[in-house]
């Protein structure tokens, strides 16, 4: 019934940040609905819309339309003698905020009286005396103090970043190439800077990419937060979208094959490329007996230098030394001995 839902309702939560009175009354066939929002100093009013019953389920459907935000809503009466606001609100003022939904209970607090328009004037009234016009009362404008806290819906405008975040990204979330978006909530001051932030949502594991976000999120000054002209303090929502960079290619590497022979006296062999050692070995073979050793090297495309040294039982050494270009995938193979009783090392390359 329509005079069920007539009256001055009450959120029950007094702490409330939503909507914390709905009033309704009946016009005629119609019922008219207002609305207050939680604002310092005073709350402020929506104003008002008309809704009708719905036969089907006895719930009265409404959408307001605001500067910042769309809400639609749905009113039904509970049992117990509540009545109970469910509602989904759409951002419109670029802020990036998700849209959100709400379920908010009231409590009648008194009945309202049936406005002006209904009210019926008495028969010795009705011919001699006009019914007095509504009295329109003009909302009373309270500026906030600088730098006090305000919803960014209730701004004259949200603020909005000015550049964009510098985003770090860790080495374990480019290897992993984490994916996803980050929701994030920051503070902003009176003067456009983000004083405090924090990760609402995200993907998991985040791979350090939540502290990451906050810090470039930390870095980026936004427009001055105003109401009524007054510069105040806010929060936003910023959603953070992630893009690591590309995996490095691996390099193609070739490599080098050492066959190295001794056959006598040779104390020590060593063998170096581009300066760093990559075999060095005791190679103390009696006359006759062959030492030998075989050493595959990697190496990056490109030129090397090799350096072979052999050193004998008398101190003296004999090196050689050769260049070598080597080609992704390659594979060259060297043949490098000592012949008996010294001379000259020497080397043959095999492929």
Known sequence: M???????????????????????????????????????????????????????????????????????????????????????????????????????????????????????????????????????????IVKPKPGEFVEASNLDRPPAPLSQPMIVYTAEAISNQIRGTFELQASVDQTGKVTAAKVVSGPQPDFGMGPACVQGLMGIPYSIPMKEGVPVSTQVTYLLALNPPPLPKPIPQASASLMIESKAHVQRFTVQIDGQMVFDAPMAGAMGNDVRANREVPVSPGAHHFAATATFASGRTIQAQWDQTFQPGQQSVFNVWVPVFGGSIKMKRLQ
């Open 2 to 140: 329509p005079a069920q839902f007539v009256g001055a309702w009450d959120n029950e939560d007094k702490l409330t940040r939503g909507i914390t009175q709905v009033i309704v009354r009946q016009e005629r066939n119609r019922l008219e609905f207002s609305m207050k929002d939680k604002a310092y100093p005073e709350d402020t009013d929506r104003g008002t819309i008309a809704g009708a019953i719905s036969a089907d389920d006895g719930t009265v459907g409404l959408q307001w339309s605001m500067p910042a935000k769309r809400d639609k809503q749905t009113l039904r009466l509970l049992p117990d003698g509540k009545l109970k606001v469910s509602g989904t609100v759409q951002y419109l003022d670029g802020s990036c905020r998700l849209d959100r939904d709400y379920d908010e209970y009231f409590v009648l607090s008194s009945k309202v009286p049936p406005s002006q328009a209904s009210v019926q004037p008495a028969p010795e009234q009705a011919a001699s005396e006009p019914l007095p016009l509504p009295v329109k009362r003009t909302p009373k």
